[in-house]
Every structure is written in C-alpha cells, then in structure tokens.
C-alpha cells in the first residue's frame, strides 16, 4: 500500500541532526515530514550528563574542526557556512540561553538537556513527525519509496539523519560505503588489573601513542581506564587494532631527587604523595617490592630511576572499549561519497546525510552536537538551493 504524502521532503531520523534540518527548511517554508522510530529528540537528554554541552566556545574554524580525528577536511567548508556562532545565535533565536564554562564547553543556562528538547521540539511543532520505524529506503520514479514496518510512503527528497548507533543497511542496500563503525570516546579495558585503585584519579597526565602525545585526567576503574584523558586516546586510536599499548606519564620533570634530600626521614611514600594520590603511590611501590615505609635517605640512585621509570613511562596495554559504553561512533557513511557543500550525495541525486551518521566524529567539549547542528544546516540548505 502506498500511502499519500503532501509532503515531498522526509527526514528520516528525528535526533539533533534531522530536528535542526527541519527547523531550517520550515524557516524557508518547507515543511519535511520527520520520521523517527522512537520519540523525537530523546538521544539529546543523556548529552552531556543531563546538561547539554551544545557547543564548544571556538570560532576559529580551523581550530575547531581540528576536535575531529574523523571529518576535519570535510568539515572546512561545513564550519565556513554555519559553525559556533552560528549555533548560539539559533538557540537565542529558540529561546535557549546558554552559558560557557572555562574549559569553553557552552551549556544552556538551566544545565538541563530537557530544556533544550523541549525548546527545539517547540520550535518545530508544526512539522509532521511520523512515529515510524524505516525499514529500507529505495529509489523509485525519480524519488524514493520508504517502508516502514506501517507502509510504503513516496518522497521526492530524503535527509537520513539515523545518528550512529543505527543499523546501516538502510543506507548500503542503496548503494553507499560505510566505514566499518567502531566505538569512540570510551572508556577502556586494561590487561592490568586496577580495581584495587578503583576511583582514583591522577590530573593532568600525559599519554604518549603513536608518535604524539595528549593531556587530561585519568580515572582508574574495575574494568581499566576511563577519564576525558582516555575518551581522547580512545577516540584516537578508534581506527586501530586492539591490543595496543599507551605509556603514561604520570608527573611530568619533577626534582625527585631533590626532594628525596630535603626530606631524608620522609617514608618513600609520603615523598611520592605528594606528586601522586597517596594509593596509587603505594600500588607503583608494590609493583616494584619496595618497602613503602623505606626512608627518603635509603633511596638509592638506582631505584630513584627505577621509580621515576614507573611514574614518567607508565605501560598500559589496553585490550578493548568498555562494551556500550561509547558517546559517539566512528565510521559511518563514507565522506568520499557525500558533497560537503550541500550535503547531498554524490553516488544517489536528492539523497542527503547529517549528523553522526556521517564519517565525522569528534572529541567531548561539544563537537558532536556542533557536527550535528553544522550538517544538519547544510543540508537544509542543500534542499532549499536545489528547489
Ligand atoms: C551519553 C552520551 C552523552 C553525550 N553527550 C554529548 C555532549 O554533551 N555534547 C556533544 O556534543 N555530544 C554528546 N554526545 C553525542 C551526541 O549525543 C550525538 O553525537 C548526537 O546525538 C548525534 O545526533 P544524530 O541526530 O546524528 O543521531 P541520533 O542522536 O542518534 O539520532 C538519530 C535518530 O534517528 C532515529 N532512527 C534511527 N534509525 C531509524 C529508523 N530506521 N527509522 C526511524 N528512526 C530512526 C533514532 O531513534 C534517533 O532518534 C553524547 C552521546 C551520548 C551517548
């Protein structure tokens, strides 16, 4: 049964992505019809832990799309059209005031993603939304037959917005390349055992991998690692095969030995306490059979090494994600195959993709929201220039 449809535009997918697109076209007076499996923008509620790190407080779009170990090129000329300015300046206009922290994440004023929803939900209230679920999309008399578990329904244009999580074949079956999706941004599984320091955290460590090196915060947990240090390594190494080995350093050039001097009746791990959270202080000690209770002055030259080898060049093999624990998705729909200045594909005319079905994905701080609120611009704007 084909179902009639006023509409000629479908957004399949009513996540950040397909719900900004809509907003745009209606602006310009097309109304899409929305079709989304479950309820309308329910992925935004978790962002950010409840508040919605919308955006990230960079206007310089090179500085920006460099958050992106997938996308960067692609997303020059995305940023060049619609980028944080421009995001702010939208949700102004939707009435949701936001608010920039120090680390320059932007949140709205009432930290509430909710809020955000309800906002964005308001300012498209007009466009229809389908509570269907598409089960495959197809080309037909010059547009597209989409099933749905409910019918088949014609749509001259088609914005798949189906974010990463989504079961791609949708978008195989119709002749595009997905780049095998793997998790990133996640927390990660270590061959050693650190549920003894479960819950401890150093700041400010640096990783070294790959011939390049990042700074943050590590968390040690019962599984392995997490923290916004390790949700970076992740996302960098979300290509790579697993087992791989990150070294860690855990206090920078310190003057061990200077210290060890001015505190000869100092226990070693009291000395080390003060660089190092005292627990993961006397764990490095174990590892290396020395007395935690040893005198500062008992330190030899050779252990001294020994012990600042364990705190600047930390080995930590890393053997998987945590399973479901991803923010975000790497791979996707191949960028090679998609026009970043419309959005549209170039393998299937008045097909068009936004959002994190996309081959983008970036770092935390906002960037995966900004990705969503960018492409989902562009291809509304896409449709309108090609009416
Ligand atoms: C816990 C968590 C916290 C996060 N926090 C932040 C943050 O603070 N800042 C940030 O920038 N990013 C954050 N992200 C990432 C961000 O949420 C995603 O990048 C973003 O939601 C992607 O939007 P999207 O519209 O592309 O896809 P999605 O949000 O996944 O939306 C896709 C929609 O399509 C629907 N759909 C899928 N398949 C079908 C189908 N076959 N038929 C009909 N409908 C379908 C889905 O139900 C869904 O509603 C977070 C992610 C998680 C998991």
Known sequence: MVLASKSKIAIIGGGPAGCICAY??????????????????????PTGGGRCNLAHFEFDIKELAQNYPRG??????VFFKFSTADTLEFFEKIGVKTYTQDDMRVFPISDSAED?????????????T???????????????????????????????????????EIIKNIGHTIIEPRPALTALKTVEDFSALAGVSLKSVKAIFNKQNLTGDILFTHKGITGPLVYKVSSVMAREDFPYNITFDFVGDIDLQGVLNNNSHKSIKNILSDFIPKSFAKYILSKINVDEDLKASQVNG?????????????KIEVTAPVKDGEV????????????????????????????????????????????????????????????
């Open 130 to 168: 389908q509570n269907e679920k598409v089960i495959s999309l197809n080309t037909c008399n010059g547009g597209f037959d989409i099933k749905t578990e409910k019918g088949s329904y014609f749509f001259e244009k088609v914005v798949l917005a189906i974010g990463g999580h989504s079961a791609f």
């Open 24 to 45: 745009f076209l209606k602006q310009n007076g097309i109304y899409p019809t929305v079709f989304e499996k479950n309820s309308p923008l329910k992925s935004l509620l």
């Open 328 to 387: 975000v998705t790497s791979g996707g729909v191949n960028l090679d195959e998609v026009n970043a200045k419309t959005m549209e594909s170039k393998i299937i005319k008045n097909l068009y993709f936004c959002g994190e079905v996309l081959d983008i994905d970036g770092f935390c701080g906002g960037f995966n929201l900004q990705n969503c609120w960018s492409t989902g611009y562009i291809a509304a704007n896409g449709i309108i220039n090609s009416l």
């Open 116 to 128: 955000v929803r309800r906002c964005m939900l308001g300012a498209i209230s007009d466009v229809k």
């Open 302 to 314: 050779k252990l001294r090494d020994e012990i600042l080898e364990y705190l600047r060049a930390y």
């Open 72 to 77: 960067e090129k692609f997303l020059y000329s």
